[in-house]
């Protein structure tokens, strides 16, 4: 768990450090998108960088726009917090992703959210260096059992849950149940 907090917390911070140019703060697109276009291609994570409104408009480096304002991490950065989603479907990829979010703040408030949108491999891409021994391996869960990281990409892609499943996770289920 310290791992990947710590992993999550090395972008949030990287994000921040983009959130505070002025560039950003000036909450001007034409202004902002080139900047986030630099930074796009310099940190090479992300599918596509955006800044969110406080109407909850998203503008992408992608060209591609959406509404988030209902989306928790987006409520949450509003309010003033970074943070990362949990593994979702994105309204705009349709896919998989994590969602990277930090405030935009400008003389004290909250003026919008700078997003980070990242495929949700990369949870996948983390847990592969976790296992221990020959033949180790790590999963990462959904507080509801949903399953965001396994050596079985199939189970990450189809959602798999390990509280409901019927099949190869039921087991597994009943036993973390019973814990």
Known sequence: V???????EVQLTALQAIAARPEIKSMDWSVQEPVLQAEFRRLGLYLALGVVDPSGLARYTD???ASLGDRNYVIQALQGRSVVSDLLVSRVTNGLVL????????QGRVVGVLVG???GSALVDI???LGHGENGWAVIL???GTVYAHPDREYVLEQRNLFTDQGE???AGRAVKHL
């Open 142 to 144: 959904g507080s509801d």
């Open 2 to 8: 310290h791992y990947l907090e710590s992993r999550f």
């Open 117 to 119: 949108r990242r495929d």
């Open 63 to 65: 060209g591609s726009t």
């Open 169 to 171: 996770l039921s087991e």
């Open 99 to 106: 969602m990277y979010a930090v405030p935009i703040e400008d």
């Open 127 to 129: 847990t592969d260096r």
